[in-house]
């Protein structure tokens, strides 16, 4: 079994930051890919930042230059800073873990909410 446990989410107004964080355990964890979703009301959730193991980065267009992934290999955590934050990055922010070649290896946290007030 896989957990992931998310944290670090919360209110704050706009121009604020936050910085979560998400722990994954688990007797095997054979991820390639660490990342972070997100899930305003009423849409669908979307691709937030990703990092490989090889430390290969991606990010949505919309928080390019104000969101950064990072993770800590040794704890199995990886973060997310999000600086300059907007109304419209209001939602539930997801923690995955997947494996890209295993399909069956893909694992989400129980989510974390992020509130902007404008």
């Known amino acids: 079994q896989v957990q992931l446990r998310e944290s670090g989410g919360g209110l704050v107004q706009a121009g604020g930051s936050l910085r979560l964080s998400c722990a994954a355990s688990?007797?095997?964890?054979?991820?390639?890919?660490l990342g972070w979703y997100r899930q305003a009301p009423g849409k669908q959730r979307e691709l937030v930042a990703t990092m490989t193991n090889g430390g290969r980065t991606n990010y949505a267009d919309s928080v390019k230059s104000r969101f950064t992934i990072s993770r800590d290999k040794e704890k199995n955590t990886v973060y997310l800073q999000a600086d300059s934050l907007q109304p419209e990055d209001t939602g539930v922010y997801y923690c995955n873990a997947r494996h890209s070649s295993v399909s069956f290896w893909n694992y989400w946290g129980q989510g974390t909410q992020v509130t902007v007030s404008s």
């Open positions: 688990g007797r095997i964890l054979m991820y390639d890919t």
